[in-house]
């Protein structure tokens, strides 16, 4: 069983940082890619971040310059360092990753969320 757990989410004033983390744990074997999305009620979920094991990383336009994907391999552990947070940024925020099992079988799995409000 595989298991992705967000942390990070909070309250924050606009112009404000958090950072996210997000930590992969079971019958891992390896993992590709992994990344940050966001919903908020009543649309899709987007992509904000995403970042393959080679370390190439990709950005949504409205991220671009203010947030930072990254990840330690060794923790299966990624994070999502967001600056000059604006109030359009309030969101859940989902982590995913594409996970090999140590039975050698492979999807993607998400967390659970963690919720991010950008507020005066």
């Not at 924050?12 to 019958?27: D, E, K, T």
């Not at 590709?32 to 971040?49: H, I, S, T």
């Not at 309030?90 to 967390?111: E, P, R, S």
Request: one cysteine or more.
């Amino acid at each position: 069983q595989v298991q992705l757990v967000e942390s990070g989410g909070g309250l924050v004033q606009p112009g404000g940082s958090l950072r996210l983390s997000c930590a992969a744990s079971g019958n891992i074997f390896s993992i590709n890619a992994m990344g940050w999305y966001r919903q908020v009620p009543g649309k899709q979920r987007e992509l904000v971040a995403a970042v393959t094991s080679g370390g190439t990383r990709n950005y949504a336009d409205f991220v671009k310059g203010r947030f930072t994907i990254s990840r330690d391999s060794a923790k299966n552990t990624v994070y999502l360092q967001s600056n000059s947070l604006k109030p359009e940024d309030t969101a859940v925020y989902y982590c995913n990753a594409d996970i090999t099992t140590t039975t050698y079988y492979t999807m993607t799995y998400w967390g659970k969320g963690t919720l991010v409000t950008v507020s005066s």
